[in-house]
């Protein structure tokens, strides 16, 4: 039998106790060719170098923590094989959020922008109380569903051109997420909502670079969402000035 292809791993490393600024290290190690990048990943952290620090979980595409740069370009490490890259692949991490120590970024940020728009159902418990459970139909749901799979991997953040020149953007996966929830037929929030996507730093300092949907590894397209979410907002806006308060639907 031959010997396993090798591969030359060039990872990003910082140890922000010893570091001023990032290095890179390199490792050369035999591959298989069914391996995902994050199995080499893992390789290196359990059979060669133990102080190399990343982030991962599921292994099935679903938890979004593997997110790193692969040659460049924002991926979820769990889903692309190593056979799709050459004899060295280069892994730095995520583009566009500070580095804690080596391929691991902070997510505090991005999690606060979360919150702001509101992700839950507004007056559910209310809704409930007062008529029971409410129901939707497959086409309801429908109207929602794509924006409701996404799984906080980041990666859109890295790849948004937005979040590189304006830090305080609200970012992709925030405002797919706010707008998952306008158009959700229990919810009644939008107006809350939608004031909140009028404000500086939100769906109108995007650009519309759609790279953010391109990198998806869900097929959320939350570019789609973005510029829904800012005709959405218009809309409102322009129906507040026509209407008394309380009469909008």
């Known amino acids: 039998m031959s010997d396993p292809p090798k591969k030359t791993f060039v ?20 591959v298989d060719p069914d391996w995902k990048v994050l199995d080499a990943v893992n390789y290196i952290k359990d059979e060669v170098d133990g102080t190399l620090s990343h982030r991962w979980s599921c292994r099935m595409a679903v938890c ?67 008529d029971g459970p409410v129901r939707q139909s497959p086409e309801e ?46 919810d009644e929030g939008a107006s809350e909502r939608n004031a909140i996507f009028r404000g500086e730093g939100t769906v109108f300092s995007c650009s519309f670079a759609n790279e953010c949907s391109e990198v998806c590894p869900k097929n959320v397209d939350p570019a789609a969402a973005v510029n829904q979410a800012k005709f959405n907002a218009v809309i409102d806006w322009a129906t507040g000035l026509v209407l008394p308060s309380g009469e909008k639907e």
């Open 141 to 186: 749901l429908e109207e929602f569903k794509q924006f409701s799979m996404c799984i906080n991997c980041m990666l859109c953040y890295s790849a948004c051109p937005v979040v590189s020149n304006e830090p305080e953007f609200l970012g992709p996966a925030a405002i797919a997420l706010g707008h998952r929830y306008n158009v959700d037929s229990r």
């Open 11 to 30: 990872i990003t490393r910082f140890d922000p106790d010893v570091d001023e600024v990032p290095k890179t290290q390199s490792y050369e190690i035999a």
């Open 64 to 130: 979004g923590s593997c997110g790193m740069m692969v040659n460049g370009e924002p991926r979820l490490t769990c889903k692309d094989s190593v056979s799709q890259y050459g004899d060295t692949v280069e892994i730095t991490p995520l583009s566009n959020f500070p580095v804690i120590r080596d391929l691991v970024v902070e997510m505090d940020g991005f999690m606060d922008k979360f919150k702001k728009v509101k992700p839950w159902i507004i007056r559910a418990k209310e809704l409930a109380a007062e």
